[in-house]
């Protein structure tokens, strides 16, 4: 496949990727926070603000391989431990840590979206926070 035709299919993936979280999002909601509670509100904002943004960069005719984005394979590395995983950020029926495939909905994979290469980004989990860098930002190529 050319460059331009796979971009053209990542653009399309990705529009439909827009359309499925505006058209489903409180279906979305219901299913993966049932309380109308904090974490239910962070995930209603981040959403949100996911989505504005995916819908800009498409506007924009920007490269989506240059920005982190559900789909996206991304290399970190973790700097206090100066190690290195690579994954591919999904929607969260899609995730398989035994195929280093995680949730976007993940304490890591929630700060790395809509970041760029090259950025360092405090992770907090429940029993630490880290530090990971973001060394590579890959486009699955879609047939």
Do not use: C
């Amino acid at each position: 496949m050319s460059h331009s035709k796979q971009e053209k299919a990542d653009r399309g993936a990705y529009h439909l990727q827009l359309l499925r979280l505006r058209e489903e999002k409180l279906l979305f909601l219901n299913a993966h926070f049932p309380e109308y509670d904090n974490k239910r509100a962070n995930a209603d904002k981040m959403l949100d603000a996911y989505t504005d943004a995916l819908d800009e960069l498409l506007r924009s005719g920007e490269e989506p391989q240059n920005v982190v984005l559900i789909g996206s394979s991304v290399t970190v590395t973790y700097t206090e431990e100066n190690m290195t995983d690579t994954f591919v950020i999904v929607f969260p029926d899609e995730a398989d840590p035994e195929q280093n495939r995680i949730s976007f909905l993940s304490p890591i994979a929630e700060k790395l979206l809509l970041r760029t290469w090259g950025d360092v980004i405090p992770v907090e989990t429940p029993m630490d926070v880290f530090h990971v860098r973001i060394d590579r930002i890959t486009v699955p190529v879609t047939a």
